[in-house]
């Protein structure tokens, strides 16, 4: 199996976990959420031996999983994502104030699912290469976790250098938001603008029942 464990963390506080496997993923993995800042966006990887640990940090939720070294970046992250999305659609702002294992009971099925999709089934390869490299898109570091755990001042290295990734997502941000605003008032115009053209296809209907344009058969 590909992806082993995985866990959703609010900062240092997890939400829902499931393991695949007797690892000690866990204990390694709460270690992990201790040294990441909470307030950073971060996408990274930490190999121990033939295991890495793959973190997406967005908007304050953390999703963590474990995988084997032979799954490479593509898939375990596609995972985060989907994990991530599916997370924050299903609790929205309650996952930003739930106390610990608050979601366990209900998600920890939902990671069970899709840990086992990712790992097993090759229809979720084919949509990540669909989308594309994943790994060509996101500059995604690797660090060795033993060395994460026994200096902070390597993984703080590491997360500063995530600083133009989060600078490059508020500038795609922007431009969507422009996007978005752009066509919103295009639309209007158009709607204005097909609002006008039945009210004159209305007049003119009128004025040639009406026998003309001040409409005088119908007025009196």
């Known amino acids: 199996m590909a992806i082993l464990y995985a866990l959703v963390a609010r900062g240092s506080v997890v939400l829902a976990e499931f393991s695949g496997?007797?690892?000690?993923?866990?204990?390694?993995?709460?270690?992990?959420?201790?040294?990441?800042?909470?307030?950073?966006?971060?996408?990274?990887?930490?190999?121990?031996?033939?295991?890495v640990f793959h973190v997406k940090r967005t908007d304050g939720i953390t999703v963590l999983c474990v995988a084997?070294?032979?799954?490479?970046?593509?898939?375990?992250?596609?995972?985060l994502e989907d994990i991530h999305g599916r997370f924050v659609r299903t609790y929205r702002h309650a996952c930003h104030t739930a106390p610990a294992?608050?979601?366990?009971d209900e998600f920890s099925r939902v990671l069970s699912q899709q840990m086992d999709y990712y790992s097993n089934d090759p229809n979720a390869d084919r949509m990540?290469?669909?989308?594309?490299?994943?790994?060509?898109?996101?500059?995604?570091?690797?660090?060795?976790i033993d060395k994460v755990l026994e200096r902070g001042d390597r993984l703080e290295l590491l997360v500063d250098k995530t600083t133009n990734m989060q600078g490059n997502t508020i500038r795609f941000r922007k431009q969507a938001r422009r996007f978005r605003n752009t066509v919103w008032w295009r639309n209007v115009k158009l709607t204005v603008a097909?609002?006008?053209?039945?009210?004159?296809?209305?007049?003119v209907v009128l004025a040639f029942?009406?026998?003309?344009?001040a409409l005088?058969?119908?007025?009196?």
């Open 101 to 104: 294992y608050a979601m366990n």
């Open 194 to 203: 097909l609002i006008l053209l039945i009210l004159i296809i209305i007049y």
């Open 128 to 144: 990540n290469r669909i989308k594309g490299e994943m790994s060509q898109v996101r500059d995604v570091m690797i660090e060795n």
């Open 68 to 79: 084997d070294d032979t799954a490479g970046r593509r898939i375990p992250f596609a995972f």
């Open 216 to 220: 005088p058969s119908c007025i009196r």
């Open 21 to 51: 496997a007797t690892t000690n993923a866990s204990a390694v993995a709460r270690q992990i959420l201790e040294r990441i800042p909470g307030a950073t966006d971060t996408h990274v990887s930490y190999s121990q031996d033939r295991y």
């Open 209 to 213: 029942v009406c026998h003309g344009i």
